[in-house]
T-cell receptor
Framework: NAGVTQTPKFRVLKTGQSMTLLCAQD?????MYWYRQDPGMGLRLIHY???????AKGEVPDGYNVSRLKKQNFLLGLESAAPSQTSVYFC??????????FGSGTRLTVV | TQLLEQSPQFLSIQEGENLTVYCNSS?????LQWYRQEPGEGPVLLVT?????EVKKLKRLTFQFGDARKDSSLHITAAQPGDTGLYLC????????FGKGTRLSVIA
């Protein structure tokens, strides 16, 4: 069972560059989420999706875009990376009110 | 948004000691989940509590949901180094809102 797989695991970007983080789940979960985790800030929700083709903004959506073209995949895009986006990004999936399954994270550094 | 306070924020104890971590709010929760996040990994669900007064046990971990469903606690008996991690207790409304958690360090 793969669960939730995030790629890449590590990335260094220069300011202004763009990139896409991929999240894939094989549990047929309807809901998917992107969080960022920063020291002293806890996990903060960026965007989420309640089903294929849907997306919604979370607490800190600015500077990010998402797409859920396939049920199993949830993509997080950074159009023009900024140093403030240096963080660890976690993807998660769930069956509505049930507990979340998290990926192992993507550590992103923007220089 | 249901805001929740966790205490203590940091806890460092010796192997074999007991400890309790608390989650408190002025709001009533429909349910609450407990997660543990080990260094370098994503959070892992430990348990979900739904009923007021409910007690769930997971080996040496005991979870309790308050009678009024406004608070919850996690008690660890005879802590081990493998218990080290960040403990999170988000209210169970999707999407989950996480607090800063309790960072536990168990020293061998």
């Amino acid at each position: 069972n793969a669960g939730v797989t995030q790629t890449p695991k590590f990335r260094v970007l220069k300011t202004g560059q763009s990139m896409t983080l991929l999240c894939a789940q094989d549990m047929n979960h309807e809901y998917m989420y992107w969080y960022r985790q920063d020291p002293g800030m806890g996990l903060r929700l960026i965007h989420y999706s309640v089903g294929e083709g849907t997306t919604a903004k979370g607490e800190v959506p600015d500077g990010y875009n998402v797409s859920r073209l396939k049920k199993q995949n949830f993509l997080l895009g950074l159009e023009s990376a900024a140093p403030s986006q240096t963080s660890v990004y976690f993807c998660a999936s769930s069956l509505s009110l049930y507990g979340y399954t998290f990926g192992s994270g993507t550590r992103l550094t923007v220089v | 948004t249901q805001l929740l306070e966790q205490s203590p924020q940091f806890l460092s104890i010796q192997e074999g000691e007991n400890l309790t971590v608390y989650c408190n709010s002025s709001s009533v929760f429909s349910s609450l989940q407990w997660y543990r996040q080990e260094p370098g990994e994503g959070p892992v669900l430990l348990v979900t509590v739904v009923t007021g007064g409910e007690v769930k046990k997971l080996k040496r971990l005991t979870f309790q949901f308050g009678d009024a469903r406004k608070d919850s606690s996690l008690h660890i008996t005879a802590a081990q180094p493998g218990d080290t991690g960040l403990y999170l207790c988000p209210p169970g409304n999707t999407p989950l809102v996480f607090g800063k958690g309790t960072r536990l360090s168990v020293i061998a």
